[in-house]
């Protein structure tokens, strides 16, 4: 059990951390900060942090494991921030979509404490965001990316994996760079997409009628487009260099549908829909056994 949880951004993601760790018997206490004095003060009433901390240094001392759950842009501000109060025995972590720009923030930030800090993804969300959205079960059922470098300590490492384990989540563990390769393929670019989707119908002339008909399957396609502005403008620009390889990959694909659809040659247009639906049910199965 840890005596104390530091956590820095109460909102959805770090709220639901909070919540999880207290529900599974991990931690004694909770102290919490937000840039908005308004955001702690909500998260002590919600029961999801105990003390409002004025300063994310503050939050950090007496702590012997800190989660960083704020925006990726954010992040080396924030390792600054606490530096002078980081312990070598302490556990750091943070929640972001992008790896190694945030690795290397921490680099330039802990300098001799990076050895503290374990970097994390856990592959979860919502569309909406704020602590009133935070949710016990968030993470529970759910992969944990964790992304360690040379100089993390194998101490912290083993906390870092037993304790997403204790909420109930598969651990996995990769490089940073295989990292951001992949989820530019499976998250970024979907994000890309939903988001380019919207703006180009509701920028054409019919655009709300058309809207006005889209069924269940434009729903489910373009859910993701209800996302966080400010924390997926972040992320595409983090990664930006794996999220443009991708996008050129995707584009490369859909042009050569479209070359099928001009040509009117179906059969071939028929072989990638099979060759596509194939993949994903697949893929579906697999998801469904783990």
Request: aromatic residues 6%; contains cysteine; charged residues 20%.
């Amino acid at each position: 059990m840890f005596e104390q949880l530091g956590l820095i951004g109460c909102g959805l993601m770090g709220g639901s951390f909070a919540l999880a760790l207290k529900r599974a018997g991990l931690v004694k206490r909770v102290v919490g900060y937000s840039k908005s004095p308004s955001t702690t003060e909500r998260a002590r009433q919600l029961g999801v942090i105990d003390i409002e901390a004025p300063s994310a240094l503050l939050a950090v001392s007496g702590a012997d494991i800190v989660l960083i759950a704020v925006p990726v842009a954010a992040t080396e501000a924030t390792f600054k921030s606490i530096k002078h109060l980081v312990t070598p025995q302490m556990l750091i972590m943070d929640v972001g979509s992008t790896k190694r720009d945030v690795i290397d923030a921490g680099r330039r930030a802990l300098r001799e404490q990076i050895g503290c800090f374990v970097p994390a993804h856990p592959i979860t969300g919502k569309e909406v965001s704020g602590v009133e959205n935070a949710d016990v079960d968030l993470y529970a059922g759910r992969q944990v990316v964790l992304t360690p470098i040379d100089r993390t300590n194998s101490v912290q490492l083993q906390q870092a994996i037993d304790v997403w384990a204790a909420l109930g989540c598969r651990v996995v563990k990769m490089t940073p760079e295989t990292h951001d390769a992949a989820f530019a393929a499976v998250s970024h670019l979907p994000h890309l997409i939903a988001f380019a989707l919207i703006n180009a119908i509701s920028g054409q002339a019919l655009g709300k009628d058309f809207l006005s008909l889209a069924g269940p399957g434009f729903r489910d396609f373009t859910r993701i487009a209800a996302s966080d502005p400010v924390m997926w403008r972040d992320i595409m620009v983090s990664n930006r260099e794996e999220l443009l390889a991708q996008s050129q990959i995707f584009q490369r694909s859909l042009q050569a549908l479209e070359a099928m659809i001009s040509g009117g040659d179906g059969d071939a247009l028929r072989e990638q829909f099979e060759h596509a639906s194939a993949i994903r049910a697949n893929w579906s199965m697999s998801k469904q056994q783990t």
